[in-house]
Structure formats: C-alpha cells, structure tokens
C-alpha cells in the first residue's frame, strides 16, 4: 500500500517562513495521483488546504492557500510540496498531505473523504 511521508514542520516565529514535503515512495508515481494538503489544529475538524491535480492544475481551496500557502510539486523528485509565507499563530496545526489516483488529469478534490492514502503528518506551531 502507498504511504506518503511528510516533513518540514517545526517551531517558526510568527512571520516566519516554512516548506513543508510530501514524499511518495518510489513504487507511485505523482503524476498518476491527486495530492492535497490539509492541516488540523487542535479541537478543530480537518481543512483543506490546497490540492495539486496529476496535470499540475492547483486549486486553492481556502483563503490561506490563495495568499500566504502555496502548492508546488516536483515529478521527479516524486514530492509535492507546501510554501508557507508569513506564518501565523492560527497556523499552528498538524498538516497531512493526501493521494488519490486520478483517472483524469484536473481532479482534484477538496475534501478528505476523496482521499484514501495519507501520511502521518507533521507537526508546524507559529509562536514567539
């Protein structure tokens, strides 16, 4: 079974910058899967981030993706990754990255349910 790793995630001030990974082992190949970010800060329900299709094609799913969050993947690196800009308090969250194969090239769906593999998550808290 396909599992996904994330990384990136730490302790960054308020302001502060990180970029977050999402490694698909070597047996999957990205350009056959949807992948999305989400993040779940504590007591919250789980929110979509942003999801990058199997063409490449992003859709900006919540106000923070289309500003401060931006998804980019790499074929061959076989990664997707998560560019957070000007991090705030209200960021802290566990964020999740999520695959599901794509039978045409622009889906890309914005909710959990429609994604069956996940990584474990990883960990970004914004404080001074």
């Known amino acids: 079974q396909l599992r996904l790793a994330e990384s990136g995630g730490g302790l960054v001030q308020p302001g502060g910058s990180l970029r977050l990974s999402c490694t698909l082992p070597?047996?999957?190949?990205?350009?056959?899967?949807?992948i999305a970010w989400f993040r779940q800060a504590l007591g919250k329900e789980r929110e979509v981030i942003a999801c990058?299709?199997?063409?490449?094609?992003?859709?900006p799913y919540s106000d923070s993706a289309k500003g401060r969050l931006a998804i980019s993947k790499d074929n061959a690196k076989n990664a997707v990754f998560l560019q957070m800009n000007d991090l705030k308090p209200e960021d802290s969250a566990v964020y999740f990255c999520?695959?599901?194969?794509?039978?045409?090239?622009?889906?890309?769906?914005?909710?959990?349910?429609?994604?069956?593999?996940w990584g474990q998550g990883t960990r970004v808290t914004v404080s001074s």
């Open positions: 990058i299709s199997r063409t490449g094609k992003i859709i």
């Open positions: 999520a695959a599901v194969i794509a039978n045409f090239g622009d889906y890309c769906p914005g909710f959990a349910d429609a994604f069956n593999t």
């Open positions: 070597a047996v999957g190949r990205l350009d056959h899967y949807a």
